[in-house]
């Protein structure tokens, strides 16, 4: 009993032994470790969070800079052919166009014709009644006879003293007499046969007729109206009429494509009335001449009417055919364009950037415009440019409408 009591007193009163210095050394060692890949942790972190930095600051200038370059779109001109055709306005205006006046004083008895009618050369148009020039007449004549019969009377006389002369029944003095007075007699049934034939002429005209084949396109008369003879500057006009079996066109063709404009060259009309329809016509005459104030030359189109389909006074288009040999033409749209004070440029995109180029125009199409020099065909053309746009300004190209003609 008292050995074990002995015993635990000893355990209870044991004392810690002190760490060995190698394990002193480990544990040191091991903090060291763990503060070092603390370090090395934190300064990964750090230098990822700087570099993440830095990088969305890099992305954001670069993001900036293309935010910053004008997104454009772009399309490509068209190229027109070798043949081409110029298209000019023109007025349809009959062949042959007459006003009819009447050549006698009277009053408007009757008239046949009214607007619209188609008549021959020589039917009558209407009736003029000219009682003053029917009295004339009527006198005339008697002035004649009475003319005649004193004449008859004279040209016996002078016969007489004509076959008495040579007996010396008679002077001579006087023989002379009675052939000057047969001779005035002779002059004056002469004048008098003229005034008749005048008079019966201006009777022949109470029938107004029409001087050739066509269509009545005004009446300006009515029965019992009085009318006087004269042209247009004295009297009324009686009638109009138009001879539309064939029609005319002056067209005003500019000086640049008085090659398209060579007599006996064919050309075509339409009319907004018939779509889809043209009408075939023929160059017969042109001035010659360039009009010094438009620059135009006038040239003369005949279009054979004999249905009666085209009425003189309509607008048509007139399409004459271009040729010009080797060159090509480009069209582009207008709104492709700018203006600017050295004169037009078109907005073309090379190499990445916004390009100015000067542009020579030929025919204006409206929505469309002809480019003879300065354009290539593969040229990218930007739609509705900016006015403050300027040569070498960096683009991007947004969108693409159509191809170019090269294929690219």
């Known amino acids: 009993m008292k050995i074990e009591e002995t015993r635990e007193i000893r355990m209870d009163d044991q004392v810690p032994a002190e760490p060995s210095r190698v394990q002193r050394h480990g544990l040191g060692l091991g903090f060291i470790v763990v503060l070092l890949v603390g370090m090395a942790a934190l300064g990964w972190f750090i230098r990822k969070g700087i570099t993440s930095r830095v990088s969305a600051e890099s992305a954001?200038?670069?993001?900036?800079?293309?935010?910053?370059?004008?997104?454009?779109?772009?399309?490509?001109?068209?190229?027109?052919?070798?043949?081409?055709?110029?298209?000019?306005?023109g007025n349809t205006q009959p062949l042959s166009d007459a006003p009819i006046f009447a050549r006698t004083n009277g009053y408007v008895k009757k008239w046949y014709s009214?607007?619209?009618?188609?008549?021959?050369?020589?039917?009558?148009?209407?009736?003029?009644?000219?009682?003053?020039?029917?009295?004339?007449?009527q006198q005339a004549r008697a002035d004649l006879d009475t003319a005649k019969a004193n004449l008859s009377l004279s040209t016996l006389t002078a016969q007489r003293y004509e076959a008495l002369i040579g007996k010396g029944a008679v002077a001579k003095q006087d023989t002379d007499d009675k052939v000057g007075d047969m001779n005035?007699?002779?002059?004056?049934?002469?004048?008098?046969e003229a005034n008749v034939k005048r008079l019966e002429q201006l009777q022949g005209f109470e029938k107004?007729?029409?001087?050739?084949?066509?269509?009545?396109?005004?009446?300006?008369?009515?029965?019992?109206?009085?009318?006087?003879?004269?042209?247009?500057?004295?009297?009324?006009?009686?009638?109009?009429?138009?001879?539309?079996?064939k029609l005319r066109v002056y067209v005003s063709v500019p000086e640049e494509y008085e090659r398209a404009a060579t007599n006996g060259s064919a050309a075509t009309l339409t009319l907004n009335e018939f779509p889809g329809r043209t009408f075939r016509g023929t160059i017969v005459r042109n001035s010659s001449s360039i009009d010094a104030t438009s620059r135009t030359l006038l040239v003369e189109v005949d279009v054979d009417n004999a249905d009666g389909d085209l009425l003189p006074g309509a607008y048509v288009s007139v399409h004459l055919k271009?040729?010009?040999?080797?060159?090509?033409?480009?069209?582009?749209p207008v709104d492709t364009l700018v203006f600017r004070s050295e004169g037009l440029r078109a907005?073309?995109?090379?190499?990445?950037?916004?390009?100015?180029?000067?542009?020579?125009?030929?025919?204006?199409?409206?929505?469309?415009l002809e480019v003879v020099s300065g354009l290539r065909p593969h040229d990218a053309l930007i739609i509705n440019p900016s006015d403050s746009l300027v040569s070498g300004t960096p683009v991007k190209i947004v969108k693409t409408e159509g191809k170019a003609p090269d294929g690219r």
Do not use: C, W
Request: proline share 4%; no cysteine; glycine share 8%.
């Open 60 to 89: 954001l200038v670069t993001e900036t800079k293309e935010d910053a370059i004008p997104a454009v779109s772009v399309t490509y001109p068209k190229v027109s052919g070798t043949m081409q055709e110029l298209v000019l306005p």
């Open 322 to 332: 271009l040729t010009y040999g080797s060159v090509t033409a480009l069209t582009v």
């Open 114 to 137: 009214d607007i619209g009618t188609h008549v021959k050369a020589g039917q009558v148009l209407a009736e003029i009644e000219t009682p003053e020039i029917d009295q004339q007449l």
């Open 208 to 245: 107004v007729v029409a001087p050739f084949d066509g269509v009545i396109t005004a009446r300006n008369t009515d029965v019992g109206q009085l009318v006087d003879s004269g042209s247009s500057s004295t009297g009324k006009e009686l009638f109009h009429m138009s001879s539309t079996t």
């Open 347 to 368: 907005a073309v995109v090379r190499n990445g950037r916004a390009e100015l180029i000067p542009i020579q125009t030929g025919r204006d199409f409206g929505d469309t």
């Open 184 to 192: 005035a007699k002779r002059a004056i049934v002469e004048s008098a």
